[in-house]
Nanobody, 122 residues
Framework: QVEFVESGGGLVHTGGSLRLSCESR????????IGWFRQAPGKGREAVAC????????SYADFAKGRFTITRDNSKDTVQLQMDSLEPEDAAIYYC???????????????WGQGTQVTVSS
């Protein structure tokens, strides 16, 4: 079963940027639609952005539109999430997962990894 490993989190100031990366273990993520999700303390996990595997379609949560960009690099077998103009409300653990694409809504189905922590100081 393919598993995913997230990296690139860290501490930034408000308005700063981070670039998260998702890699696969035990397979290639090129065959999957991939989504980024996040979970803040005391809150449920929510979708951030997703990218299909075959036609370049992407979808974003409203809070991510205009600030975050999801991209696939098939040559490196990674999916990245560029996050700009970060706000304290973006602080969370960020996860990537294989997803079912349902009309732009992304439903995760792979095992969750450990995620990568994003902290935004005000």
């Amino acid at each position: 079963q393919v598993e995913f490993v997230e990296s690139g989190g860290g501490l930034v100031h408000t308005g700063g940027s981070l670039r998260l990366s998702c890699e696969s273990r035990g397979g290639t993520l090129a065959y999957y639609a991939i989504g980024w999700f996040r979970q803040a303390p005391g809150k449920g996990r929510e979708a951030v952005a997703c990218a299909k595997d075959n036609d370049g379609q992407t979808s974003y949560a409203d809070f991510a539109k205009g600030r975050f960009t999801i991209t696939r690099d098939n040559s490196k077998d990674t999916v990245q999430l560029q996050m700009d103009s970060l706000e304290p409300e973006d602080a969370a653990i960020y996860y990537c997962a294989a997803v079912h694409w349902k009309g732009g809504r992304c439903v995760p189905f792979s095992v969750w990894g450990q995620g990568t922590q994003v902290t935004v100081s005000s």
